[in-house]
């Protein structure tokens, strides 16, 4: 079964930058839609990033939209998520996971229900 493997989480002041990774262990199709996610403490887990595993189509939540970018690499079945500018309220667990039932054009793209093969997340805490 496939599952993600995140990495690149740390610690950083504010304004700063950080790049996640999201390694898959086994083939995901092109077509899906890769998704990172963040959860912190006391809230649900929410999607910030998408894009389809062959393209380069990208979807953003508004709060991170002109900070964070997302690809992928097919060679290295990895993709990734560059995050700059980042503020104290991007502190959270990241995690990254794929869906087959949505697509970038959904009202809900980043629909948590609707995606699997959830890794264990990589911790990003942001200092102000």
């Known amino acids: 079964e496939v599952q993600f493997v995140e990495s690149g989480g740390g610690l950083v002041q504010a304004g700063g930058s950080l790049r996640l990774s999201c390694e898959a262990s086994g083939f995901i199709e092109d077509g899906y839609v890769i998704g990172w996610f963040r959860q912190s403490t006391g809230k649900e887990r929410e999607g910030v990033a998408a894009?389809?595993?062959?393209?380069?189509?990208?979807y953003y939540v508004d709060s991170v939209k002109g900070r964070f970018a997302i690809s992928s690499d097919n060679i290295k079945n990895t993709a990734y998520l560059q995050m700059n500018n980042l503020k104290a309220e991007d502190t959270a667990i990241y995690y990254c996971?794929?869906?087959?039932?949505?697509?970038?054009?959904?009202?809900?793209?980043?629909?948590?229900?609707?995606?699997?093969?959830w890794g264990q997340g990589t911790q990003v805490t942001v200092s102000s």
């Open positions: 996971a794929a869906s087959a039932q949505v697509t970038l054009g959904d009202i809900r793209p980043l629909a948590t229900e609707l995606y699997e093969f």
């Open positions: 894009t389809v595993k062959g393209t380069t189509n990208t």
